[in-house]
């Protein structure tokens, strides 16, 4: 066994889990090109400071950056939002049409105690949109997520949705909440006294079980809605009844991070088996991110998934129909290695055809059980009279036919066996 192991809560990809990977991320860019987002791709590291915001009272900001640098003044990203909108102001991005309609897939990292579903690296597939408030974009970036869920196969996910109201709601609401918390003060662990102070809704996210109880019969957010927020979230769940994506309004889901205002949603697998960390993609809407980070006062609303949690859940529902990888030739030496052989797989792949050699001095018949193993579907083989003529010997796998060809048409003639699929 090797000396060394890859740091606990990663992850090395490989074989079928990485074609997995790259399988739901090619999906997800299609998917997101064909609605008119447009990729991004930001720094992994960036100024502590993107992250970590004047009261945040969020664990992600306060417990699980990785923090880099002599002063510690940089951080590991923990989430692609932030890096978003820190490109999106800087390069005033904001100067296009809008609504501007940005996607992204990327590993993020959080000092988590790892378990299943939940990583110090992780992959995120992401979206945010930039522009007026408006319902009709909540639904569709909602719409999107749920859509692309189904699109790869993903039947057993429901989507719980809540709203935080405008600024008026949730300072009417914050206040209940601290008088009804400040009963209970005593209970409350540290973490949730800070967060009473700061931004009791917070609380509601507790995972602590004695304060979920206490979080039961704690006031909820609609009585305190203004009329405007009221309709806002309305018209959100009036255009999701349109487009028939089902839902559940959960009146206590607040989510872990601080920013979010009005729509806030987390799409969870109903599956036994998923786990704990059955959260597959959350996110909402921001009012006031792209002003703090110094743009104009511009909404936004995205989410993001975590790939490793949708490929448990694919392979749980057995949603992964992974197609096996098959070569078109594969070119068997007994010339003991003539550079004949490099010349035939160069024009070979040239031409498009994905070809592996023989490298090493095997017997035919070891070669030929590389041919089955690696699926091949013709045989090219070159021996001492193949090199001396300038000349190979092609098979035809399925139809177990053999022809001598000159080298100018080795790719015809491998095409037309092949019928035609790679010309
Ligand atoms: P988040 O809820 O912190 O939101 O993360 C979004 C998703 O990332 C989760 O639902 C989960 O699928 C995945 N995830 C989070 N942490 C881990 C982990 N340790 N291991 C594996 N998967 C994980 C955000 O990050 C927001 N930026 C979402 C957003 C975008 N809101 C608006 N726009």
Known sequence: MSNFQNVKGTNDLFKDELKSFNYVKEAFRKYSLNYGFEEIETPVFEDLKVFKRENDTSDMVNKEMYLLGDEKELALRPEGTASVIRAFVQH???TNDLPYKLFYMEKMYRKERPQKGRLREFTQLG?????DKNPLIDAEVLAFGYNFLKSIGLTQIKILINTLGDKKSREKYSSALKNYFENYKEQLSEDSKMRLDKNPLRILDTKLEHEKEIVKNAPCIFEFL??????????????????????????????????????VFEVVSTNKESGAQNALFAGGRYDNLVQYFGGPSISGVGFAMGLERLLILMKIENALNLQDDELDVYIIDLSCGDSYIL??????????????????????????KTVERKKAKTVVIIGEDEVKNRVVNIKDIKKQVQKTVIFEEIVNEIKEMLGGENV
């Open 226 to 263: 203004t009329e405007d927020s009221k309709n806002y979230f309305n018209k959100v769940l009036n255009y999701l009844d349109v487009l028939k994506i089902p839902y559940e309004i959960d009146q206590k889901l607040v989510r872990g991070l601080d920013y979010y205002t009005d729509t």
């Open 92 to 94: 005033k991005l904001y």
């Open 343 to 368: 010349e035939v797989a160069d024009i070979l792949r040239k031409a498009n055809l994905k070809t592996e050699l023989n490298f090493y001095d095997r017997k035919i018949k070891a070669q030929f």
């Open 127 to 131: 979206l945010e949109v930039f522009g």
